[in-house]
């Protein structure tokens, strides 16, 4: 190897090095950059939907149905009446399954007595 060739591998290795710390400076900053723009879109997409929420609030119409639907808000003139014990169905959602009611406590009672008194052995409570 001369001397030439020596000096060439130097410096080209000094500036391998003296590159390495700036490009991965740039590196580091387009993810970040990147980041930034996901964040940006997803706060954007947010301030959409708020904004839209505030327009609708602002419907004189869309506040009155809410007054009838959560708070039974009847206009002077109309009757209204209200069903105690039920949730309002809206008109839109279809009425939902009802589950099987559970069995009465003392019929619960009676049947862990008849199981006792069998020598069934243990029956689990609430099951039939």
């Known amino acids: 190897m001369t001397g030439r060739a020596a000096v060439l591998a ?9 590159l390495a710390y700036p490009v991965r400076e740039y590196i580091t900053q387009r993810r970040n950059i990147a980041e930034l723009e996901q964040q940006r879109a997803r706060l954007l997409a947010d301030i959409k939907v708020l904004d839209d929420r505030r327009r609708q609030l602002a419907d004189p119409a869309y506040k009155d149905r809410i007054a009838r639907e959560r708070l ?28 099987a ?10 049947e862990s007595v008849e199981a006792a ?12």
């Not at 130097?10 to 090095?17: K, Y």
């Not at 009611?101 to 009676?110: H, N």
């Not at 069934?120 to 609430?126: E, M, P, Q, V």
Request: glycine letters at 8%; aromatic letters at 8%.
């Open 117 to 128: 008194d069998t020598g069934k052995g243990r029956k689990a409570i609430g099951s039939r």
């Open 101 to 110: 009611a559970a069995p009465p406590w003392y019929l619960t009672l009676w």
């Open 72 to 99: 039974f808000y009847c206009e002077p003139g109309k009757t209204c009446h209200v069903v105690m014990g039920e949730k309002p169905v809206r008109e839109t959602e279809a009425a939902p399954e009802r589950k």
């Open 10 to 18: 130097v410096v080209v290795c000094a500036i391998a090095v003296s």
